[in-house]
């Protein structure tokens, strides 16, 4: 273990300074909202290498990435009101509590649907003390499972010490259901941390916090599930929620979508031509973040299994760019933002990335 530690911490100061290296290189303008490089936000950390939200993704993502890297949390509530980083709302995917709570296990409607698993809401913090954090997908290494422990949202900002914070909201109506209030959370969250953004799939969430963040820094951010999936608050698919961005605007200055949002791909896993959506968010004022990269999850074949040609789909194709990328390897998007863009025909300067 600690031999591997040592390992990784060269290969994290060779790449952490030949990426500040480059960052003091001048681009060529990005079709950003506001002309900014598109920003890099690390779901859990560098969760495609350790487990999710676990101390070492968090300080592997901001080691090996762009100097405003942003770590992205999925707040779970425990029952004593404690914000913690789990990626998912059954914390029994990521983590190693159907063993060391095997009578746990309960059913609970989620969004209206019956839903069984192992739930925050029933634990206090102290109990989940003997619990560990282990991968969530099957194809990633097991060897970091089972050691590393559950993160509060305060550990995060306390021992990390982030460059930039992404709170991510997913159930706020199912807290709410367990007198767990997750508007409390943020707000209070607010006072002592700074918060950079705050993104929630729930319409009513944003709506109940919109006048307490307006004069603040903090951005909302409105998540698209799948098109054919259901908004809880309105009843509305979030396809037919994508049709009138205006009233996103009312309470979210951004808005995070699958990357086929932009990209569709067809049955065959082919790339489609892109939407107008991109153009269509900045238009209006909206930021746009793009979900779901993986280098390990397969993704169209048009990009050749080639994550650096994926992102530069995104961000450099000369009609629009996204405002920002969620991903679990952050370290690629780093390297394609700060060094593989605007490179044009003169490949030449690839060169420079790797010396
Ligand atoms: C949890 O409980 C449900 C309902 O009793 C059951 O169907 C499911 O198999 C259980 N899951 C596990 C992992 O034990
Ligand atoms: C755990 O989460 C991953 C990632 O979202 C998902 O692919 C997997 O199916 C989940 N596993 C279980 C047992 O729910
Ligand atoms: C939530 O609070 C209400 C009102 O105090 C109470 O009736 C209800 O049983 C509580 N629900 C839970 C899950 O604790
Ligand atoms: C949403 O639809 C369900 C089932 O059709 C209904 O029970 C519920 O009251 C509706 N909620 C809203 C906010 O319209
Ligand atoms: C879109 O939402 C805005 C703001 O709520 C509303 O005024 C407008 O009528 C809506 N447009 C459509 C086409 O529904
Ligand atoms: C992706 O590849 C397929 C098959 O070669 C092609 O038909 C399609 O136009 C490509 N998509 C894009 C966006 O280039």
């Not at 598109?38 to 950390?45: I, K, M, Q, S």
């Not at 970091?144 to 010490?161: A, G, H, M, R």
């Not at 700074?194 to 919109?210: A, D, H, K, Q």
């Not at 979030?238 to 979508?257: C, D, P, R």
Request: glycine residues 4%.
């Amino acid at each position: 273990m600690c031999n591997l530690r040592w390992l990784f911490t060269l290969f994290i100061c060779y790449v952490s300074l030949t990426v500040a290296q480059r960052s003091a290189r001048k681009t060529s303008p990005w079709l950003t909202l506001k002309g900014h490089r598109p920003l890099v936000v690390a779901r859990g950390g560098f969760s495609g290498l350790f487990p999710s939200s676990s101390i070492y993704a968090y300080e592997l993502a901001l080691t090996t990435g762009v100097s405003d890297m942003i770590l992205w949390c999925d707040v779970q509530l425990t029952k004593d009101n404690v914000g913690i980083c789990l990626p998912h709302l059954n914390i029994a995917n990521g983590t190693t509590i159907s063993s060391v709570h095997d009578k746990g296990n309960k059913t609970y409607p989620v969004n209206g649907v019956l839903t069984s698993g192992w739930f925050s809401v029933d634990f206090s913090f102290d109990e989940l003390n003997n619990v560990f954090l282990a991968q969530d997908i099957f194809s990633r290494s097991p060897v970091f499972d089972d050691s590393l422990q559950i993160l509060t949202v305060e550990d995060v900002v306390k021992k990390v010490k982030p460059s930039g914070l992404w709170l991510n909201v997913q159930h706020a109506a199912f807290y709410s259901q367990h007198n767990l209030s997750m508007r409390h959370f943020v707000i209070s969250t607010s006072r002592k941390a700074i918060i950079n953004y705050i993104s929630s799939p729930e319409v009513n969430f944003l709506r109940s916090i919109v006048t307490r963040f307006k004069a603040s820094k903090t951005k909302l951010v409105f998540r698209f599930l799948e098109q054919d999936e259901t908004e809880p608050s309105t009843n509305q698919t979030y396809g037919s929620l994508l049709t009138n961005l205006t009233l996103i605007k009312s309470f979210a200055s951004a808005i995070l979508v699958p990357k086929s949002y932009i990209w569709p791909v067809d049955k065959d896993f082919y790339l489609q031509p892109p939407t107008s959506l991109v153009l269509d968010a900045h238009k209006e004022g909206l930021e746009i973040f793009a979900s779901d990269f993986m280098n390990d999850v397969s993704f169209a074949y048009n990009y050749s299994y080639d994550p650096v040609a994926e992102y530069l789909s995104f961000v450099d194709n000369g009609k629009f760019s996204v405002d920002g990328v969620l991903s679990d390897n952050p370290i690629t998007p780093s390297l394609t933002f700060d060094c593989l863009s605007h490179l044009g025909k003169n490949k030449l300067r690839q060169g420079q990335c790797f010396q």
